[in-house]
Structures are given as C-alpha cells and as structure tokens.
C-alpha cells in the first residue's frame, strides 16, 4: 500500500493555476499582436507633409508643391505591388514636380528594370527628376540611369535645370552620391546664383555642411532611412550622418539652409521598422509664415 501511495503520488501533475495560465496567454497575444504592427508598420506607407518657408521665393511658385520618395530598394523584401501603391499614392496627391533621391534597388541589378517601369508611371505638372543613391552606384548606375531615362525619367548627376512659371524659376539641383565620392557640389550648383532659389538633391544628408556653406535654400535628402528603428528614450540607435541625429529624419536647418530627409520606402539589412514608417512626404513651398494655406 505505501509503494501504491508512492507511484500515484509521482504519476499525477499538479495543473498550473487558472491565473498563471491567463498571464502566458495574454503575453502570448501580445506579443503576436506586437509582431504583426511591427510587420503592417514596415509596408505601410505615411504620407507626411512640410511646409518649406523661402523669403525670396518667387511669387508664382507660392504653394508650389514637391513630392519626394526615397530608398525604394525593390528587392525581395519591397514588391512591385508595393512600389505601385506608393506611385499611385503619390499620383494621387497632385503634385507640381516628384523627385525621386536615391537607391532604388538594393544589390541586383535585375530589379532595376522593372523598378524605373513602375516609376515611369508617376506624374507631376513640370516632370519626375531623379539622382543616384550608393546602392544604385554599386548595381551600375549607367545601368540605371539608361532605365530611368527610357521613362522619361532624367537623372540629374551633378547638374541642375531651371523650372519656370510666369517667367520666374526656381533651380532644380541633382548632386552625385558622396557615399561613392561621386559628388561634385560645384558642378550641381554651376550657372546658378545665390538669390536664385536653390533646391538641391542629395541622396546622402551628410552634405548639409557644404550647401550651408553655398547657400543653397533647401536639400531634399534621404539614405538614413530615418534611423529605420526608433527605440524609446534612445530614439535611432544608428544614424546613418556625421552631423547628428537631427539630419536623421523629417526637417532641420543649418544656418540659412534647411533640409528635408525622407525616411525612405524600403529597408536594408532587415526587412523591419519600428516606430519609423516609410513615407511620402509633400513639401508645400511658401513665402512667408503669414501665408501658410489651410
């Protein structure tokens, strides 16, 4: 009879408590909820918007409006369907002009093709214009700048053109990318004038120093990915620019020139974000604060 005692003493588990249970349950759902945010988050597109003040602008182009995407890097990890909701998204918004800044694929060169073809859909009253990323440099970027410039696409590399209404204009500037030393700020700036109204795109922000320097008005920018992760109180733990974590994403300024980095479509490394949605941003250009349109 003991060793019956014994046997059906060792034989029976004890079941966990009602409440203990509860708590692996409700961590379990949380977690798997905490996941899938996280993968909705990396996919789902915001578009966000910034009014750029420029004192000398040019009358006409009051409320002249500037969409900008960046870091497409369509690989396995960004689709075509993708790419097309962020191209329809944006046709959608009506802009004046689209500039596109950088790394459109991220390592193969076979993405290029169908990447520039989704792209050639995109449409703005003065065109779609485009500059080179690091990544587009080492794919081959005669490579892609041939695919972007059969959608009518032109790849301004180190270059600028005039846009015009009623007679005034604006500068449109294109810079090399600086990750691959391939910038020449000089010869994107040539024939312009400091009064003119500058906008120079740059895929690396690390370039605000030098267009401080030549007082170019604003700088379109993207390459950070915005920092791709944001963790509480540390924010980006990488950065991605040597002059600090406020050219990492979204608007600042140095000295009179003001830059604008957008936080890109794509990721690199891992496909993830987390508390940094890829973006369309629209950048609204005004004269003066008082003129801010509802």
């Known amino acids: ?41 990396t996919y789902r597109f915001q578009i966000d918007r910034q009014d750029i003040i420029i004192p000398h602008l040019p009358d006409d182009f009051h ?41 459109y694929v991220t390592h193969t060169a076979r993405y290029v093709e169908p990447c520039a073809e989704c792209l050639g859909r995109l449409r703005a009253r ?48 294109g810079l090399g990318d600086t990750t691959t030393r391939n910038h020449d700020l000089v010869a994107a700036l040539k024939g312009t004038r400091r009064r003119d109204v500058r906008i120079l795109l740059s895929h690396n922000p690390n370039i605000i120093k030098e ?27 990488i950065s991605y620019n040597r002059h600090g974590k406020q050219y990492t994403r979204g608007w600042a300024q140095m000295k009179k020139t003001q830059i604008y980095v957008n936080r890109g479509l794509g990721t690199i490394f891992l496909p993830i974000r987390y508390q940094c949605p890829p973006e369309i941003s629209l950048l609204r250009l005004l004269r003066t604060p008082d003129q801010k349109q509802t």
């Open 63 to 103: 409320g002249f409006t500037i969409a900008q995407l960046s870091d497409i890097h369509h690989s396995p990890y960004l689709s075509l369907e993708h790419l097309a909701e962020a191209v329809a998204e944006t046709n959608a918004l009506q802009p004046d002009v689209i500039v596109l800044t950088g790394d």
């Open 126 to 173: 003065f065109g779609v214009y485009a500059v080179l990323g690091n990544h587009d440099i080492w794919v081959g970027a005669s490579a892609v700048i041939q695919a972007f410039e059969r959608q009518g696409i032109p790849v301004l590399n180190n270059a600028n053109l005039p846009l015009y209404i009623g007679g005034r204009f604006i500068h449109l500037c």
């Open 211 to 237: 267009a401080s320097l030549a007082e170019c008005d604003l700088v379109l920018s993207g390459h950070t990915h915005g920092g791709q992760v944001h963790l509480p109180v540390i924010g980006a733990p």
């Open 1 to 41: 009879m003991p060793f019956a005692r014994l046997l059906h003493r060792t034989s029976v588990k004890r079941p966990r408590s009602l409440k203990q249970r509860d708590v692996l349950t409700e961590l379990t759902a949380g977690l798997i909820e905490r996941a899938n945010l996280e993968v909705k988050e």
